[in-house]
């Protein structure tokens, strides 16, 4: 052989090391983890510590899958209550792949996981929304309403009492996360968390909320037209007092005052009588002449009567 075909497969040779060698190198992050596969088989246990690591060239692969928390978001859905009401539910998950082989086994890739997971979440939200009633997946728990300050002038109490929260929407979601755990043991996946993003109500529900919130400002309403009439009345009912009171107390020293002026007139009379009784009689006659006559009254008098004699004696 000579010696130029001898560096020919020398260098052939040494090309197939390096290239074997680098097929034999696989490097493992920190946020990974890998499964070895033979032939589309799992070799050995699934290898999580950062570094290189070895396998066999050209025949094993390096399957590598997320370490960190991953994250699942829900469609929004409409689901039905235990009292026959109609909401829309939108949730979300955290998870993370706990065993990588079995995963591999069961699913391979993350899009079949998120598919499953919107099975299996989906599905146990519908069947604990579908055991609970209304009030239970909208609260957490018996603590009183907010009342604005306009209802809490008006005297219109919040309904708190109405219906006992037993369990309350935290305990929905941990019951969600409990029975969908127990259904993903076998797929390598472990649920963290699983919380209600959204609950929104579907247009019949809708409506029915609006006018019950009409119907709880109306009451407020009327209960500060009943205050205002109420208080319009009080008042009405002092002033008509006050009113009362002021009118008689003048009434009283309006008939002192007539009192007074009626005894002082009679004591005057009095006096002008004692002092001149002819000229008295003569006075309250004419009074009485000047009250009952005028132009047009014809008198007709006895000769003994008192005019016609003042009458007479005039002329």
Do not use: C
């Not at 396998?55 to 469609?75: H, M, S, T, V």
């Not at 998870?95 to 699913?107: G, M």
């Not at 009342?147 to 919040?158: I, K, N, P, Y």
């Not at 968390?193 to 119907?215: C, G, H, P, T, W």
Request: aromatic share 8%.
């Amino acid at each position: 052989m000579t010696m130029n075909a001898r560096m020919i497969v020398i260098g052939i040779l040494v090309l197939l090391g390096v290239l074997a060698a680098a097929g034999g190198l696989y490097r493992v992050g920190e946020t990974e983890q890998v499964v070895i596969t033979q032939f589309g088989d799992p070799r050995g246990d699934p290898v999580t510590t950062p570094g290189l690591h070895f396998k066999i060239p050209f025949i094993q692969r390096a399957n590598y899958f997320d370490k960190r928390f991953l994250e699942w978001d829900g469609d929004p859905n409409e689901v039905p209550t235990r009292d026959k009401r109609f909401i829309y539910v939108d949730s979300y998950a955290r998870w993370r792949i706990s065993d990588p082989l079995l995963y591999f086994q069961r699913l391979r890739t993350e899009q079949r996981a998120q598919s499953r997971l919107d099975a299996i979440l989906d599905g146990e939200t519908r069947n604990v929304i579908a055991k609970h009633a209304l009030i239970e997946v909208v609260r957490s728990s018996n603590r009183e309403f907010a009342v604005s300050e306009e209802a809490g002038a008006g005297g219109v109490s919040a309904r708190a009492d109405e219906v006992a929260i037993e369990f309350g929407r935290a305990q929905l979601a941990r019951e969600v996360l409990l029975a969908a755990q127990t259904r993903t043991e076998d797929l390598g996946i472990e649920i963290l968390d699983f919380q209600f993003k959204r609950l929104n109500y579907v247009e019949e529900v809708r409506r029915e909320v609006y006018a019950r919130m009409i119907s709880e400002r109306q009451q407020i309403a009327e209960q500060f037209r009943s205050e205002g009439a109420g208080e319009s009345a009080r008042i009405n009912g002092e002033r008509e007092r006050e009113l009362k009171e002021i009118t008689s107390e003048a009434y009283r020293q309006a008939q002192e005052i007539k009192g007074r002026a009626d005894a002082e007139a009679a004591d005057i009379y009095a006096a002008a009588y004692n002092r001149d009784a002819e000229f008295y009689r003569f006075l309250k006659t004419m009074e009485v002449l000047r009250a009952t006559m005028d132009s047009t009254t014809v008198l007709v008098l006895s000769t003994d009567g008192d005019l016609l004699r003042y009458l007479g004696r005039a002329r």
